[in-house]
């Protein structure tokens, strides 16, 4: 079956300029979560949605960052008036609300704001 | 010191050798330990997921979990270049969904 995908694959921007990046989430997957990798760094949580609701917002670095996921599919991660320091690959999760621990990742989003 | 720690690397290692890939963690609350292969420009693909403390084997990898030194390790055997990648160990807890990542291990398996 289809796995997690995101939209952009990749994504320049200017700094101060908004941006929307996009999660699909597999199909059935009721939890799904955003991080930030950059470069030599791990994985940082970023916001995870159970449904439609985001019980865990603390990994949101400012309030330019904000998530909305609508009909308990499609997530979208708007970044609003970007700076050199939000780039990085942004990846997307999903897993079963039972089975947590176990999350499927997406390609990712590489942004690379100038 | 963080919550998970783990070498960067990189690791390079002849094609046939043993690996032996490991993090260490502070949290004894952790009970359910996860390795994630990631390939350059790729997500990371969940390899193994483990429950407590103990062995578990996929043909050549094997997980290894000892909760009383806080030590997980991860096992390939017969290395082949196609292994070359970035390894990431994570782990959590009961109560919260968010696991916490190790940087990664970079694995380089060279002909």
């Known amino acids: 079956g289809a796995g997690v995908s995101q939209s952009p694959s990749n994504k320049v921007t200017e700094k101060g300029k908004d941006v929307e990046l996009r999660c699909d989430p597999i199909?059935?997957?009721?939890?799904l979560y955003w991080y930030r990798q950059s470069l030599g760094q791990g994985l940082e949580f970023l916001i995870y949605?159970?449904?439609?609701?985001?019980?865990?917002k603390s990994g949101l670095p400012s309030d330019r960052f904000s998530a909305e996921r609508t009909g308990g599919s499609v997530s979208t991660l708007t970044i609003q008036r970007t700076q050199q320091e939000d780039s990085a690959v942004y990846l997307c999760?999903?897993?079963?609300?039972?089975?947590?621990?176990?999350?499927?990742f997406g390609p990712g989003t590489r942004l690379l704001v100038l | 010191q963080k919550e998970v720690e783990q070498d960067p690397g990189p690791l390079s290692v002849p094609e046939g050798a043993i690996v032996s890939l490991n993090c260490t963690y502070s949290?004894?609350?952790?009970?359910?330990f996860m390795w994630y292969r990631q390939y350059s420009r790729k997500g990371p693909e969940l390899l193994m997921y483990?429950?407590?403390?103990g062995n578990k084997e996929d043909g050549r990898f094997t997980a290894q979990v000892d909760k009383s030194s806080k030590y997980i390790s991860l096992f390939i055997r017969d290395s082949q270049p196609s292994d070359s990648a970035t390894y990431l160990c994570?782990?959590?807890?009961?109560?919260?969904?968010?696991?916490?990542f190790g940087r990664g291990t970079s694995l380089i398996v060279h002909p």
């Open positions: 483990t429950y407590s403390s």
């Open positions: 949605f159970q449904g439609n609701s985001a019980p865990d």
């Open positions: 949290n004894s609350a952790f009970q359910y």
């Open positions: 199909s059935g997957h009721t939890a």
């Open positions: 999760a999903s897993s079963l609300a039972q089975i947590q621990e176990t999350q499927y």
């Open positions: 994570a782990m959590s807890s009961g109560g919260s969904y968010i696991p916490t």
